[in-house]
């Protein structure tokens, strides 16, 4: 063939809902019918044969387990929020994270969900709905309009970044680049990749402004170095004039950021061809929590 797609088998992993299901009772009902063992980075996560097809099972139709990559699973575990903080997802539809947030912090706090596209806040809502968590207040803002100055605002403690990306680091998406005519559109896709980059920035150093925030993520589902590495060298500067390190998410996590900056084997990358998709995770901190908790 000309185009070889690469063979890997992925297990399938399910995100156990801890709002209404624990990992045992999950680990035990799913047992009966299928190979399934706890992960061993993620206590909240099973894995299942690769294959696995659990897109009708009852636990998943009635919002006990999230069928949920390992990667996306990590991020929320990175921002580490604790119970009774209030967090910011800034670009939160469907609302995958929003919901493991929520799950993390055991119904105590205040979780707020900021998404753009109109479109978009039905799915959120309804994820909300069915993850059963009831201090999620949806908002339907550009998160660069929010005022990180405003009363309601004053007690965020982290931010959750995971903003619209190329998606480069899916299979689906890898697959199309595999395409002939997709490879003619390169200028297309700089020009593509240049403006999602810009946003990506733009919305990082927005989320510095906020007055309480400790700790923040900022994740893609994108390979591309200029939504990822490059992001985090340009907004660095400014992240330490506001008191923010970056530190180390998963330290046991082999797969680092590239190696274009000092500093940057503190960022985390998940590779397509070992992991399966290409996700991307870095996490700033300040105020002396300066360390990766929970981890
Ligand atoms: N975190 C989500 C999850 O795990 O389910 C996925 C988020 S998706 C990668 C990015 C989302 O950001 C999209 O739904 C998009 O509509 C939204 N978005 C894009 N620009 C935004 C903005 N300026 N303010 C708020 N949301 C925005």
């Known amino acids: 063939a000309l185009y070889e797609v690469p063979d890997i088998s992925v297990p399938r992993y399910v995100r156990v809902n801890t709002l209404k299901l624990d990992v045992d009772s999950a680990l035990l009902a799913l047992s009966k019918k299928y190979t399934v063992k706890k992960d061993e980075l993620l206590p909240d996560l099973l894995v299942l044969p690769s294959g696995t097809d659990l897109h009708d099972h009852p636990l998943v139709k009635n919002g006990r387990i999230f069928l949920q990559g390992k990667a996306s699973s990590m991020v929320a575990p990175a921002l580490a929020p604790e119970p009774g903080w209030e967090v910011l997802d800034a670009c939160a539809a469907p609302g995958n994270k929003t919901v493991h947030l929520a799950a993390l912090m055991r119904r105590k706090g205040r979780v707020i969900a900021c998404e753009l596209n109109k479109a978009r806040i039905k799915r959120l809502k309804e994820t909300i709905t069915l993850s059963g968590a009831s201090n999620i207040e949806v908002l339907n803002e550009d998160f660069l309009n929010i005022n990180p100055k405003a009363p309601s605002y004053s007690k965020v403690r982290a931010i959750l970044l995971d903003p619209s990306c190329s998606g480069s680091g899916t299979a689906s998406s890898r697959l199309d680049h595999l395409l002939p005519s997709k490879a003619a559109g390169q200028d297309f896709d700089m020009e593509r990749l240049n403006k999602l980059a810009i946003f990506q920035r733009k919305a990082l150093q927005h989320a510095f402004s906020f007055p309480a925030v400790e700790r923040i993520v900022y994740s893609t589902c994108s390979i591309n170095q200029i939504e990822n590495e490059d992001?985090?060298?340009?907004?660095?500067?400014?992240?330490?004039?506001?008191?923010?390190?970056?530190?180390?998410?998963?330290?046991?996590?082999?797969?680092?950021g590239l190696p274009v900056f000092e500093g940057s084997e503190q960022l985390l990358r998940t590779d397509p061809a070992v992991d399966g998709e290409g996700f991307f995770i870095a996490l700033f901190a300040r105020n002396g929590a300066n360390s990766a908790r929970m981890n």
Not at 233 to 241: G, I, K, R, T, Y
Not at 243 to 255: E, K
């Open 231 to 256: 992001v985090i060298m340009c907004v660095l500067p400014m992240a330490e004039s506001y008191g923010f390190q970056l530190v180390t998410p998963f330290p046991q996590w082999q797969r680092r």
